[in-house]
């Protein structure tokens, strides 16, 4: 088995699940959401997105802003550094992958 | 995940940017005032030099107020009609931006001199409009492309090109005409913005549930 089918063993959990991988893949083009923003474009209900969110949060891979906009509260994300360093390796892993099992 | 993958979420999130047609009202805001700037050289008489000069100087407050203000303005109603309704996002890195206005004012710079060059050399600015006309169409299409190809930009796109080149073979005086190019584009603009902010605020009824976010 090559070197790249055995990397894939070692691929990020955090970011591989497929909600979380789009959360972070949203919040890599940007560079801050709130979480109405996050919610349209990722389809997903309150109590999911705010659990995945956590998650993120707790790997250090997003740093999550609660503030008040009149009386509306308003979660703003963004990604870290160590965020964006964690995507942008899965990123090449994936690729790395993609590309060996194609020849 | 693949690049290609990727690309489409950044333009969709370009894209959201653009939805609520706020950007092309202010936008027109601005051309309506740079019809009124070109519109007052071409009524001011030659030998008058005081009104002149005033509205030579009044260009350099128009090009920095103008779009300080813009964007003052932008700011208030993206928070007041699209935050509430679709969310807040903010587009570019502080590194992105430097970039684009890096890029911006070079060709800004390069694009006058060339233009006062040519001009220069030719002996008229008749075709000002054509060159103007044609650097909007270019931003327009930018925009289409990189949201993903959002078709009233396409149009405005070819609209700006097409009045411009229009206008350069009329007969009328070049300050007119820049004021009449700046009208148009600005008015249709104006109704691009406001026909798709009527349709976004449809589509997207405030919220009404107050609950706080889990």
Redesign the interface.
Same mark, same amino acid.
Do not use: W
């Given at each position: 088995m090559s070197h790249e089918l055995l990397g894939l063993g070692d691929l990020d959990r955090i970011i591989h699940e497929p909600a979380r991988?789009l959360i972070v893949?949203?919040l890599?083009?940007?560079? &801050?959401?709130?979480?109405?923003?996050?919610?349209?474009?990722t389809k997903l209900t309150?109590?999911n997105l705010?659990a995945h969110l956590g998650k993120l949060e707790e790997a250090g891979y997003i740093k999550i802003e609660k503030t008040f &906009?009149g &009386?509306?509260?308003?979660?703003?994300c963004n990604l870290t550094a160590n965020g964006r360093k964690a995507f942008e390796q899965?990123?090449q892993r994936?690729?790395q992958f993609?590309d060996t099992t194609s020849k | 995940?693949?690049?290609d993958?990727?690309s489409r #979420?950044?333009e969709? #999130?370009y894209r959201?940017w653009y939805e609520d047609g706020l950007g092309e009202l202010t936008g027109g805001g601005l051309f309506l005032l740079f019809a009124f700037y070109f519109g007052g050289h071409a009524w001011i008489e030659k030998g008058n030099l005081m009104g002149r000069l005033f509205l030579n100087g009044g260009l350099i407050v128009l090009l920095i107020g103008g779009v300080l203000a813009t964007r003052w303005l932008l700011a208030i109603m993206k928070a007041h009609f699209t935050? %509430?309704r679709?969310?807040? #996002?903010? +587009?570019?890195? %502080?590194e992105r931006i430097s970039l684009n206005r890096a890029v911006t004012a070079v060709v800004g710079v390069v694009a006058t001199v060339f233009v006062f060059l040519l001009g220069q050399m030719l002996g008229s600015f008749s075709w000002a409009p054509a060159v103007v006309g044609l650097l909007f169409g270019i931003v327009y299409l930018l925009i289409a492309v990189k949201s993903g190809g959002v078709k009233r930009f396409y149009f405005l796109s070819a609209f700006s090109a097409l009045l411009g080149f229009g206008l350069w073979f009329s007969l009328l005086i070049v300050t007119f005409n820049l004021a009449l190019f700046y009208s148009v584009l600005g008015l249709v603009s104006i109704i691009s913005g406001g026909v798709t902010l009527a349709r976004f605020l449809k589509e997207n009824p405030m %919220?009404t549930e +107050?609950e706080?976010?889990?």
């Open positions: 991988l893949t949203i890599s083009t940007v560079e &801050k959401a709130d979480f109405l923003f996050l919610q349209r474009e309150k109590g705010s &906009k &009386k509306l509260p308003l979660t703003i899965y990123r994936l690729i993609i | 995940m693949q690049s993958h990727i #979420v950044e969709r #999130v959201h935050y %509430p679709t969310g807040y #996002v903010e +587009l570019n890195s %502080p %919220p +107050l706080d976010e889990p």
